[in-house]
């Protein structure tokens, strides 16, 4: 089992950017699976993006899609979360979450099993 730690969340202005990064205390981070979640106040956990175990592959959600990027650096037991233009709307607690290990080519939006405590994001108007 994984323990995750998320880091770099904080107050921005609209159309400012922020890094996220995940790190992963336990097993190597090596052929997990890594997703970001957030969770607007007031409303629902929403899928962000996630990255593949093998880094290859990636997905995003809408909302963040041009914007956002994830990437991880195995060697370093870390994952990250680059913001870029940020929105008012992308306010929230955003969570880092681990699945596998697993040798899928693909990521999924759901099955986490490992989640971290969550950095809040605040973005000013």
């Known amino acids: 089992q994984l323990h995750l730690v998320e880091s770099g969340g904080g107050l921005v202005q609209t159309g400012g950017s922020l890094r996220l990064s995940c790190a992963a205390f336990?097993?190597?981070?090596?052929?997990?699976?890594i997703g970001w979640f957030r969770r607007a106040p007031g409303k629902g956990r929403e899928f962000i993006s996630c990255?593949?175990?093998?880094?290859?592959?990636?997905e995003y959600g809408d909302s963040v899609k041009g914007r956002f990027t994830i990437s991880r650096d195995d060697a370093k037991n870390l994952a990250y979360l680059q913001m870029t233009n940020l929105r008012p709307e992308d306010t929230g607690v955003y969570y880092c979450?681990?699945?596998?290990?697993?040798?899928?080519?693909?990521?999924?939006?759901?099955?986490?099993?490992?989640w971290g405590q969550g950095t809040q994001v605040t973005v000013s108007s």
């Open positions: 336990g097993p190597t981070l090596d052929r997990y699976e």
């Open positions: 990255i593949s175990g093998n880094g290859d592959s990636t």
């Open positions: 979450a681990a699945k596998g290990p697993t040798n899928q080519p693909l990521c999924y939006t759901w099955g986490y099993q490992d």
